[in-house]
């Protein structure tokens, strides 16, 4: 039967502050027992590769100060890999890992960009008493991840050697991956509906993109809107968003990794992959932009007329999903920027689903903070600032941080 987890307050809070996430904890289950659970928070890319069953290992570690760590390292890519790394928090963590070394059991519950709940499994993890002994010598206490980062990229490096296997063990999935439906209610009547599992790539995305976004303005985010021409509508664009000051237009294109049955893409895969799909979206948004100039309808999906701004500078958004597949490329797309921003007077940006629900954060936090601007407002802002960064910095791969005052 399907099964949720819900987080403790600490590591929710904790979820929505980083962009992945791994930690044990020790939930109530079945009533009044309690049982290991490893929760993983990611982007959908990479929860994608964790579901086709990459190997996964955890590696148990102690810094300097004998403070106790573990680093989750997922396959998604035969020559790498991604690590995911956790210094031990609280009591519950250190009950888990030693109920783990006890009976070698555990769930493992996946969470996507907008903490949402979307596969459980269950798994063996066997380790070795030496593990439940690193657990008791560590230090009480909720500890600062940054200032243990530079040592543990150094652990981080001796495990990507092979040279650190002492305390490393496989994460065994018992049964199949289970899925879990998420359903976004949100402004304009609208809804958004997830699941990883079974639906379109695409799609997810898509629906994604509108559950982070869809609560920004009063009248809520399109989805899948038409351009209506004499000759038949055609799709306008995947997602828009207007209000006062502006509109936001954002094409998605995502990677296909479920449907890759016999050898599942490497990164180098990937970043081909990706640059084609947001080239294609460059050209659907310059049309775009020529399209709402030239004042032509646009309706929803189900055909209602939108009233979009359209006099004011325009945000055009490519949505990846993931940013870091732009690293070897970065100049180029500097370039494509550039470009378009001169040619059209709009803004031009690159982001990865990760990014798009942090600046969505911010601009919650910026509209809170200030009682006269609205959370669009503060997005549009938050999108210029980025804009600029983007500028300064010459690289459109980085997380922007908004930091209150």
Request: contains cysteine; negative net charge.
């Amino acid at each position: 039967s399907a099964t949720v987890h819900i987080p403790s307050p600490m590591i929710w809070q904790e979820m929505l502050a980083v962009p992945q996430l791994v930690r044990f904890t020790y939930p109530f289950q079945d009533g009044d027992t309690r049982y290991p659970t490893l929760i993983i928070k990611a982007h959908s890319l990479l929860l994608k590769y964790i579901l086709q069953k990459v190997p996964l290992t955890i590696s148990f570690f102690q810094t300097s100060d004998l403070r106790c760590g573990y680093a989750l390292h997922i396959a998604d890519d035969p020559a790498d890999g991604v690590f995911l790394w956790a210094l031990l928090a609280d009591k519950d963590e250190s009950a888990a890992i030693a109920d783990l070394s006890t009976h070698g059991g555990c769930s493992i519950y996946l969470f996507n960009e907008a903490c949402a709940n979307c596969a459980w499994t269950c798994a063996t993890i066997t380790v070795d008493p030496s593990v439940k002994a690193i657990v008791d010598a560590s230090p009480s206490g909720d500890p600062d991840p940054a200032q243990y980062t530079k040592q543990i990229d150094r652990i981080l490096s001796r495990i990507r050697a092979s040279d650190y296997t002492e305390m490393s063990y496989s994460v065994s999935p018992t049964s199949t991956w289970k899925p879990l439906h998420s359903t976004f209610i949100m402004n304009g009547v609208r809804s958004s509906s997830l699941n990883l599992l079974f639906d379109n790539e695409g799609s997810y995305q898509e629906q994604l993109a509108h559950a982070i976004l869809g609560d920004l303005s009063p009248i809520g985010a399109y989805l899948n809107t038409q351009l209506l021409e004499r000759s038949g509508n055609k799709e306008f664009a995947d997602l828009v968003l207007t209000h006062e000051f502006g509109a936001i237009i954002l094409e998605s294109k995502t990677l296909s990794v479920f449907d890759q049955r016999e050898t599942l893409p490497s990164r180098r895969r990937l970043e081909k992959n990706v640059l084609k799909s947001a080239k294609k979206a460059l050209s659907q948004l310059n049309g775009a932009i020529r399209t709402l100039r030239n004042n032509i309808q646009i309706s929803d999906a189900e055909g209602n007329i939108i009233q979009i701004e359209r006099s004011k500078p325009i945000h055009a958004i490519i949505l990846v999903p993931e940013l870091e597949l732009f690293s070897n490329n970065d100049q180029e797309w500097l370039g494509n920027i550039s470009t378009f921003e001169k040619k059209s007077g709009d803004f031009l940006h690159v982001l990865d689903t990760i990014e798009l629900f942090r600046m969505m954060q911010a601009a919650h936090m910026i509209s809170e903070e200030y009682y006269n601007v609205t959370p669009m407002m503060a997005f549009d802002l938050y999108l210029k600032k980025r804009a600029e960064a983007v500028a300064i910095n010459r690289t459109i791969v980085f997380d922007m941080l908004f930091r209150s005052n």
